[in-house]
C-alpha cells in the first residue's frame, strides 16, 4: 500500500489486520534500534579519531573506513519529496499511523451536514459532491483575503515600474480554487533583464512577505518569485511577461459557462491530487492546467450529453476515474480540445512540435499556442494513474448495489473514502476568517448583505475613509498605465459577458454552509477589485456558447492591440524628450554665442 495514496478503509480492520501490522511496527522498530545504535558507533568512532592528533592522514583514512562499515538506511520513498508533506496543509501521507493527527478533530468529512438523508450507493455518492463543493468553494472572507493580498502586491510592484501592470491568472481568475491554493500572478513590463532579485527585496522591505518563504526560482523553465503573504500566510507565485497564463484563464472561463458539471469535478480532482502531493510538476504530479483539460477532453468526448447541470456527478466521477485510470493509453494517444475534442495520435503531434522535442507521457496539445505539449515537464504522471485507478476501485466497492454494507452512505461516507480535509485545512480557514472579522471590527467596517452577490458583482460601502484610500490607490493605478484602454476593455469585456449569459456565477442553491455576505477592507483598490475579483460561484445553468476558441483569439488579438498601443505610447515619450533635449542643447549654443570672444 502506497503511503501517500492510500489508507485502510472500514471493511479492512479486524484481526488479521491488526496482527500483520503489529509485526510490521515491530520490524520497523528494530531496524530503527539498529540504525540508532551505528549512528552512536560512528559518532564515538569520529570522536576517537579526532582525539588522536598524532596521524592526520590516518586519522581521516581510519574515519572514512568506519563509515565504510556502518550500515546505511536503503529504503527511498519518492513520496518524500521537497516541499511534499511540510507545506501541504492537506497532505494526508501515512493516513494510517497519523489519521488521529490528521482528521482526528474534526473526522476529514466537513462538508456531511448532520441529519441529512442520502441516496444509496451512486446517488449518494453525487450528493457528497455536490456538498463538498458548496462547503470548499472559497468564502466572502476568504476572496476578500486575497483580494487585498493582490492589492497590496500590486501597489509595490507599481510603486517600483509605474509603467508596469500586474495580472491575475490561474485558479484564483477562474474561481476554481481550494482554500489553500496559491494566488498566480504576472507582471507585465519592458525590462532587458527580468528583475526578479529586485522584486524580492521590496517585498521584503516592504513587509508583505514571510522573511524565510521568499524564493527566486531564477533558473526555471518559467522564472518566479515564490512567497508567502505574511498577514494571511496566502502562498503567491510572480513571473514576468507570461501573457498567455491570463489567455488559457479566459479560455476556461469559457468552458465552464459550456459545461456546468466542469467546476465540481474539478474541485474534486484538485482536492484528489492535493493531499496526495501530485498536484504540482516538480513532485511528480500534473499541473492544475492540465487536469482541467483532461476534464475538458473528457466531458467533450463523452457519449452522454454532459453540458446540462442536473448530471450524475458521481457517475462522472467513476467514469473519469475509469478512463485516465485503466483505459486510456498514454503512450501513443494525445489529447485535444480543439474544434469539439479528439484523440491524436503522437506521431502525428510530434511533426508539429517545435525545436525537435518529442510528446510526453502525458501528452496534451496547447489549445492556445500550436507546437506545445502541456504535459511535457509531467515525468510522475504514471503515478497519477495510479491514485485515478486505486480511486476507481475504491468507489467501485462502495456504490455496487451487491454490497449493501458500503452503499449505505448515511452509515460511512462514500466521497471519504478517496478524500479527506484534514484539521489543519479546516482550522486555517477558521483563522482566516476571525483574522479578517477581528480586522474589519477594529477599522470600523461592518459587512452588510449584498443582493447583487450571486451575480458576482461587489459595490463597496461608500464612507469617506474607504472612499479616500480608493481615491488614492485608484490615481495610481491610473498614472501607470493608459486610462481610456483599461477603462473601454473593462467595458467592453462586461458587456459581451452579460450578452452572452446574464446569469452567469449565481450562487449555488446547495451553498447553505457560507452567508453570502460583501466584505471589504481598507487596504483594498477599487480599481484592483474591478479587475482582479472573480465570481466566488462557478455556472450552475447552463449558457449557450459559441466557439471558445473565438473567443480567446479575440482575447489574443485584443491583448496585442493592447501591448502595441503601450509600445507606441512609450516611443512617443522617448521622441518627446529627445526633442526637448535637443531644444535644450540649441539653446545653450545660442547663449554661448552672446558671450564676447576670449582674448
Known amino acids: 500500500m502506497d503511503l501517500a495514496v492510500a489508507w485502510y478503509q472500514e471493511e479492512q480492520e479486524g484481526e488479521a489486520k491488526r496482527i500483520w501490522s503489529n509485526i510490521w511496527e515491530t520490524t520497523e522498530m528494530e531496524f530503527q534500534q539498529q540504525l540508532l545504535q551505528s549512528q552512536q558507533q560512528q559518532q564515538q568512532a569520529n570522536n576517537n579519531n579526532n582525539g588522536n592528533n598524532s596521524d592526520t592522514k590516518s586519522n581521516d583514512s581510519n574515519s572514512n573506513t568506519s563509515n565504510n562499515n556502518f550500515p546505511v538506511e536503503k529504503t527511498f520513498n519518492p513520496t518524500r519529496r521537497k516541499g511534499s508533506t511540510n507545506d501541504n496543509k492537506a497532505s494526508t501521507y501515512n493516513m494510517n499511523k497519523y489519521q488521529a493527527k490528521l482528521v482526528g478533530k474534526h473526522g476529514g468529512c466537513p462538508w456531511r451536514p448532520p441529519n441529512f438523508q442520502y441516496g444509496r450507493g451512486i446517488l449518494g455518492l453525487h450528493q457528497e459532491i455536490e456538498q463538498f463543493y458548496a462547503h470548499m468553494i472559497p468564502t466572502p472572507l476568504e476572496h476578500s483575503a486575497r483580494l487585498e493580498v493582490v492589492s497590496r502586491i500590486e501597489s509595490t510592484v507599481l510603486a517600483l515600474w509605474p509603467n508596469a501592470r500586474v495580472e491575475v491568472f490561474g485558479s484564483f481568475r477562474t474561481g476554481l480554487y481550494l482554500p489553500t491554493s496559491d494566488i498566480d500572478l504576472v507582471v507585465i513590463g519592458r525590462w532587458e533583464k527580468l528583475p526578479l532579485r529586485t522584486l524580492e527585496v521590496e517585498l521584503l522591505n516592504s513587509r508583505i512577505a514571510e522573511p524565510h518563504s521568499i524564493r527566486v526560482l531564477d533558473k526555471a523553465s518559467v522564472p518566479i518569485v515564490k512567497l508567502t503573504d505574511r498577514e494571511t500566510q496566502v502562498k503567491v507565485d510572480i513571473s514576468f511577461n507570461m501573457q498567455s497564463g491570463v489567455q488559457s484563464a479566459e479560455l476556461i472561463r469559457d468552458y465552464k459557462r459550456q459545461y456546468p458539471v466542469l467546476s465540481k469535478l474539478v474541485l474534486v480532482l484538485k482536492q484528489f491530487l492535493l493531499q496526495r502531493d501530485l498536484n504540482e510538476v516538480f513532485t511528480g504530479g500534473i499541473s492544475s492546467y492540465?487536469?482541467?483539460?483532461?476534464?475538458?477532453?473528457?466531458?467533450?468526448?463523452?457519449?452522454?450529453?454532459?453540458?446540462?447541470?442536473?448530471?450524475?456527478?458521481?457517475?462522472?466521477?467513476?467514469?473519469?476515474?475509469?478512463?485516465?485510470?485503466?483505459?486510456?493509453?498514454?503512450?501513443?494517444?494525445?489529447?485535444?480540445?480543439?474544434?469539439?475534442?479528439?484523440?491524436?495520435?503522437?506521431?502525428?503531434?510530434?511533426?508539429?512540435?517545435?525545436?525537435?522535442?518529442?510528446?510526453?507521457?502525458?501528452?496534451?496539445?496547447?489549445?492556445?499556442?500550436?507546437?506545445?505539449?502541456?504535459?511535457?515537464?509531467?515525468?510522475?504522471?504514471?503515478?497519477?494513474?495510479?491514485?485515478?485507478?486505486?480511486?476507481?476501485?475504491?468507489?467501485?466497492?462502495?456504490?455496487?448495489?451487491?454490497?449493501?454494507?458500503?452503499?449505505?452512505?448515511?452509515?460511512q461516507s462514500i466521497l471519504g473514502r478517496i478524500i479527506k480535509v484534514t484539521d489543519e485545512v479546516i482550522e486555517y480557514r477558521l483563522w482566516i476568517k476571525t483574522v479578517i472579522e477581528r480586522r474589519m471590527a477594529s477599522d470600523g467596517i461592518i459587512t452588510t448583505q449584498d443582493p447583487n452577490i450571486s451575480q458576482g458583482l461587489y459595490k463597496y460601502q461608500q464612507n469617506q475613509q474607504l472612499m479616500q484610500t480608493s481615491t488614492d490607490s485608484h490615481s495610481i493605478r491610473r498614472s501607470s498605465i493608459s486610462s481610456d484602454e483599461i477603462s473601454e476593455s473593462d467595458e467592453s469585456d462586461d458587456q459581451q459577458d452579460n450578452l452572452s449569459n446574464k446569469s452567469r456565477d449565481e450562487i449555488s442553491p446547495t451553498n447553505h454552509h457560507h452567508h453570502q455576505r460583501m466584505v471589504t477592507t481598507p487596504n483594498m483598490n477599487v480599481q484592483s477589485v474591478k479587475k482582479f475579483a472573480q465570481p466566488i460561484v462557478p455556472v450552475v445553468q447552463q449558457s449557450k456558447v459559441f466557439s471558445p476558441h473565438t473567443r480567446a483569439q479575440q482575447a489574443i488579438v485584443k491583448q496585442q492591440a493592447k501591448q502595441q498601443k503601450l509600445e507606441r505610447e512609450q516611443r512617443e515619450r522617448e521622441q518627446q524628450q529627445q526633442q526637448r533635449v535637443l531644444t535644450n542643447s540649441n539653446e545653450l549654443l545660442l547663449d554661448s554665442n552672446t558671450f564676447p570672444p576670449l582674448s
Open 290 to 411: 492540465s487536469l482541467i483539460l483532461m476534464c475538458i477532453s473528457f466531458l467533450q468526448l463523452h457519449p452522454r450529453q454532459c453540458s446540462y447541470s442536473n448530471a450524475n456527478l458521481g457517475v462522472l466521477l467513476l467514469e473519469f476515474f475509469e478512463l485516465y485510470g485503466r483505459k486510456f493509453n498514454y503512450m501513443k494517444t494525445g489529447i485535444s480540445i480543439k474544434n469539439g475534442g479528439r484523440y491524436i495520435p503522437k506521431e502525428e503531434l510530434q511533426r508539429e512540435m517545435v525545436d525537435g522535442h518529442r510528446p510526453s507521457l502525458l501528452c496534451i496539445e496547447d489549445p492556445l499556442t500550436p507546437g506545445n505539449d502541456i504535459g511535457r515537464s509531467s515525468y510522475g504522471a504514471l503515478q497519477v494513474k495510479q491514485a485515478f485507478e486505486y480511486a476507481y476501485i475504491v468507489l467501485c466497492q462502495a456504490v455496487s448495489p451487491l454490497n449493501n454494507y458500503l452503499n449505505d452512505c448515511n452509515r
